[in-house]
Each structure stands twice: as C-alpha cells, then as structure tokens.
C-alpha cells in the first residue's frame, strides 16, 4: 500500500492517540500491517497486549512510523534508523525538542550520505567522458 506524504500528514485525527489497533494504525499510516509487525520486531515501535493477545500500540506510533518510512525514502538503513529513535522515550509521545534533536541528526546524516554520493558521482566522471560513441 503506498501513500503519498500529503496523505501520511493528515491532520483530521489525533496524532498521539494511544491504545490503536494494528488496523487502524496501517489505516492512518498508509503501513501494511505486516510492515508494522516488522518494525515491532526490529524495535523501532513498541505494542503492548491487550488482555485477548491483541497488539495496542502506543501514543508515539504513528509519529515513529512516519519517520521510519521518510528516513527510509531518504535511503537510511533500519539499524540507522533504529539508533536514532533509540534516542526517543519509549511508548510515550516525544516533546518537540526531543523530535527536533532526531530531525537534527537525520539531517546530518543525509547530509553526509549525499556527500558521499556526490563524491562517486565525481570519481565516475572521468570514466564516463573516456567512454566514446554508443555501446548499446
């Protein structure tokens, strides 16, 4: 299933909602249930279990899922992103200061890898100008 950012920022519910369902958690976030069962293995979200063994999630879930997909989309690995929530409290909503510290750091790190692309890109640059005519 695969959402749009502008859909993913929908403002019509509570953010910070505690004790979701896995359905309506993949409802709001756009994130197939099995993605979330996933990212609750890897701990990157935390769930608790409801009397019956069903998965409640907790407040910060859909802040947590949301970030995981945009660091994915900017090419960070689960264990990157696992070191940076690291950071956050677990299962209680994040105050802004604490998601301005992650958003800081993220950045950094995008930064660097961009970098580090932009310097391969400058090593294959000479490569690709030796190339002469059209091999295909």
């Avoid at 299933?1 to 920022?9: F, H, K, R, T, Y």
């Avoid at 929908?10 to 197939?32: N, Q, Y």
């Avoid at 701990?43 to 907790?58: K, M, N, V």
């Avoid at 859909?62 to 950071?87: F, N, Y």
Wanted: charged content about 30%; proline content about 3%.
């Amino acid at each position: 299933m695969q959402v749009g950012m502008a859909e993913i920022l929908d403002t019509s519910f509570d953010w910070h909602e505690a004790g979701l369902r896995i359905g309506e958690v993949s409802r709001r976030s756009g994130v197939a249930p099995s993605a979330l069962r996933f990212y609750e293995r890897r701990g990157l979200i935390s769930t608790e279990r409801a009397e019956h063994g069903e998965r409640r999630y907790h407040a910060d879930v859909l802040c947590r899922v949301t970030m995981i997909r945009a660091c994915q989309r900017a090419g960070l690995t689960l264990a990157d992103i696992a070191d940076a929530l690291a950071e956050l409290p677990e299962g209680r909503v994040p105050g802004r200061d604490a998601w301005e510290r992650l958003a800081a750091r993220l950045r950094h790190e995008v930064g660097e890898r961009l970098s580090h692309f932009e310097s391969v890109l400058r090593e294959l640059a000479p490569v690709a100008a030796g190339v002469r005519g059209d091999a295909s």
